[in-house]
């Protein structure tokens, strides 16, 4: 038969958390002050991680819009400083490598872009021409916003099809009626005009013409300025390493061969000693907030010996002031850390908005910033939670 006195000790599970809570409730401005600073360095780490993450995701996408299998061709450098100038037949030299969609090329005319020829010759608005191939938009993917991109006819006729950025700068805001732009000593009419295109940006500055016009009115030598190449699933690598020695096999070093999605996947893991910076701030942070509940929980015990004192003489064994005090200092940091998820998430979407990007915050992040705060709060209320458990009812109830 159980005496009294085991009865009296009794603490049942749903009575620790109450009892917990009590010194938190009674002491709410100075709860919410330690609070917040688990808070903070939960809401840093959850914050670093989501941006991250969402970063990772824009940059997935970023990957995916790109296309993997794209590549850029350009002259390189010459060992002896001379200019590198690419045969005019280069894209056709490459096509002949076999596991290629598309390959085109692009030529820089030496020509002026302006709206009529009343504006001045040094106001073009860096507006560059290009002679190009016919199948370009094919290989980076370019969509035309209105009228149509060149064909074997309109390259032979005084046809231009404007970038974005240049049908805008040029005032052309449709093509009815059919706009008409200056170039150098000849009007053309504007057939159309792209959208913006990721795989080339410096498209949506430029005036495109065909070649034979530009050899016609500009005398052009057609020398190719970047090369657009879309090889087939599986065989970027090898039509990589092949392209330099096909177009120069005398010089390849004088042929600069580039994948776009390199520049990306390199921002990508430069930004990783960033990260692992932020996050060592943000455990720092929690470090320190850790140490702020457990001063206060010291201060806590001071001020509560009296209670500390009734309870033990009520029948409370060392073992539920331990608790008790455990408890309150895990709810503590548990306040703070689902504050702190909450704030980190925030911020994760507020940066995400403002980049125009994906928003992504891991559950991984949320899940273990709240676990986080509960192993710093429990560990933090373990010393305050010893001494409490030691003071001698006798004395904690005497007046001091």
């Given at each position: 038969m159980r005496s009294a006195r085991s009865d009296l000790s009794r603490l049942r599970s749903s009575d620790?958390?109450?009892?917990?809570?009590?010194?938190?409730?009674?002491?709410?401005?100075?709860?919410?002050?330690?609070?917040?600073?688990?808070?903070?360095?939960?809401?840093?780490?959850?914050?670093?991680?989501?941006?991250?993450?969402?970063?990772?995701?824009?940059?997935?996408?970023?990957?995916?819009?790109?296309?993997?299998?794209?590549?850029?061709?350009?002259?390189?450098?010459?060992?002896?400083?001379?200019?590198?100038?690419?045969?005019?037949?280069?894209?056709?030299?490459?096509?002949?490598?076999?596991?290629?969609?598309?390959?085109?090329?692009?030529?820089?005319?030496?020509?002026?872009?302006?709206?009529?020829?009343?504006?001045?010759?040094?106001?073009?608005?860096?507006?560059?021409?290009?002679?190009?191939?016919?199948?370009?938009?094919?290989?980076?993917?370019?969509?035309?916003?209105?009228?149509?991109?060149?064909?074997?006819?309109?390259?032979?006729?005084?046809?231009?099809?404007?970038?974005?950025?240049?049908?805008?700068?040029?005032?052309?805001?449709s093509l009815d009626p059919t706009p008409i732009v200056y170039l150098t000593d000849t009007y053309f009419q504007v057939i159309g005009v792209l959208e913006s295109v990721r795989l080339a940006p410096g498209f949506d500055r430029a005036a495109f013409i065909g070649a034979p016009i530009a050899q016609t009115l500009f005398e052009a030598e057609l020398e190719p300025q970047t090369i657009y190449v879309d090889v087939v699933d599986g065989w970027l690598d090898d039509v990589r390493a092949l392209i330099a020695a096909t177009i120069r096999p005398e010089a390849p070093n004088e042929v600069t061969v580039t994948r776009p999605s390199d520049a990306i996947e390199?921002?990508?893991?430069?930004?990783?000693?960033?990260?692992?910076?932020?996050?060592?701030?943000?455990?720092?942070?929690?470090?320190?907030?850790?140490?702020?509940?457990?001063?206060?929980?010291?201060?806590?015990?001071?001020?509560?010996?009296?209670?500390?004192?009734?309870?033990?003489?009520?029948?409370?064994?060392?073992?539920?002031?331990?608790l008790q005090f455990v408890v309150e200092s895990a709810l503590l940091s548990l306040l703070g850390g689902v504050a702190g998820v909450g704030i980190g998430a925030a911020i994760t979407a507020a940066y995400a908005e403002r980049e125009d990007s994906v928003v992504s915050v891991p559950i991984e992040a949320l899940v273990l910033g709240v676990g986080a705060a509960l192993v710093i709060g429990g560990f933090a209320g373990l010393y305050p939670a010893a001494r409490a458990a030691r003071l001698d009812p006798a004395e904690a109830v005497r007046p001091g």
């Amino acid at each position: 038969m159980r005496s009294a006195r085991s009865d009296l000790s009794r603490l049942r599970s749903s009575d620790v958390f109450r009892v917990g809570g009590l010194g938190l409730r009674a002491r709410k401005v100075r709860t919410l002050l330690t609070a917040l600073g688990i808070a903070i360095g939960i809401a840093a780490m959850v914050a670093v991680l989501g941006i991250t993450a969402s970063e990772d995701a824009q940059v997935q996408a970023e990957l995916d819009a790109l296309g993997p299998n794209l590549l850029e061709v350009f002259e390189g450098e010459s060992i002896t400083g001379e200019d590198i100038v690419l045969p005019v037949e280069s894209a056709a030299m490459i096509e002949r490598i076999g596991p290629i969609e598309v390959a085109a090329q692009v030529s820089v005319v030496d020509a002026t872009v302006r709206r009529t020829e009343f504006v001045p010759a040094a106001q073009t608005g860096g507006i560059v021409v290009l002679a190009t191939d016919l199948d370009v938009l094919d290989a980076v993917d370019g969509v035309v916003a209105t009228g149509t991109f060149l064909d074997a006819r309109s390259a032979e006729t005084p046809a231009v099809v404007l970038g974005s950025v240049a049908a805008e700068r040029l005032g052309v805001r449709s093509l009815d009626p059919t706009p008409i732009v200056y170039l150098t000593d000849t009007y053309f009419q504007v057939i159309g005009v792209l959208e913006s295109v990721r795989l080339a940006p410096g498209f949506d500055r430029a005036a495109f013409i065909g070649a034979p016009i530009a050899q016609t009115l500009f005398e052009a030598e057609l020398e190719p300025q970047t090369i657009y190449v879309d090889v087939v699933d599986g065989w970027l690598d090898d039509v990589r390493a092949l392209i330099a020695a096909t177009i120069r096999p005398e010089a390849p070093n004088e042929v600069t061969v580039t994948r776009p999605s390199d520049a990306i996947e390199a921002r990508d893991v430069t930004s990783d000693s960033f990260r692992s910076l932020l996050l060592g701030l943000g455990a720092v942070a929690l470090l320190v907030g850790g140490v702020g509940i457990a001063n206060v929980m010291v201060i806590s015990v001071l001020e509560r010996q009296g209670e500390i004192g009734v309870r033990r003489a009520l029948g409370a064994t060392r073992r539920h002031i331990r608790l008790q005090f455990v408890v309150e200092s895990a709810l503590l940091s548990l306040l703070g850390g689902v504050a702190g998820v909450g704030i980190g998430a925030a911020i994760t979407a507020a940066y995400a908005e403002r980049e125009d990007s994906v928003v992504s915050v891991p559950i991984e992040a949320l899940v273990l910033g709240v676990g986080a705060a509960l192993v710093i709060g429990g560990f933090a209320g373990l010393y305050p939670a010893a001494r409490a458990a030691r003071l001698d009812p006798a004395e904690a109830v005497r007046p001091g």
